[in-house]
Nanobody, 115 residues
Framework: QVQLQESGGELVQPGGSLRLSCSAS????????WAWYRQAPGKQRGLVAV???????TAVDAVQGRFTISRDDVKNVVYLQMNTLRLEDTGLYYC?????????WGQGTQVTVSS
């Protein structure tokens, strides 16, 4: 079992920055990839960025050049650095971890971009 706990979400003005953290515990040795998803009000949850066990990372077009996913293997924390935030980045951000047969989710952290 793997437990994920997100933190770092808050109210921020357009153009601002936030760093989300996802602390992992439990048996994480079989995790193949870590990801951040978000769910905007009235919309389905969608992928934001992913980083593999090997360290390869990618982000969706909507956040390319603004968001960066990274990982600290000593602390067992996955980060999402979000810069130049826009109104449309508002949503509940979830941490995700994938094994071959299992997928784990955190409870989410709220990011609100508003002036």
């Amino acid at each position: 079992q793997v437990q994920l706990q997100e933190s770092g979400g808050e109210l921020v003005q357009p153009g601002g920055s936030l760093r989300l953290s996802c602390s992992a515990s439990g048996n994480i040795s079989d995790i193949n990839a870590w990801a951040w998803y978000r769910q905007a009000p009235g919309k389905q949850r969608g992928l934001v960025a992913v980083i593999t066990r090997a360290g390869a990372s990618t982000a969706v077009d909507a956040v390319q050049g603004r968001f960066t996913i990274s990982r600290d293997d000593v602390k067992n924390v996955v980060y999402l650095q979000m810069n130049t935030l826009r109104l449309e980045d508002t949503g509940l951000y979830y941490c995700n971890a994938r094994e071959t047969k299992n997928t784990y989710w955190g409870q989410g952290t709220q990011v609100t971009v508003s002036s």
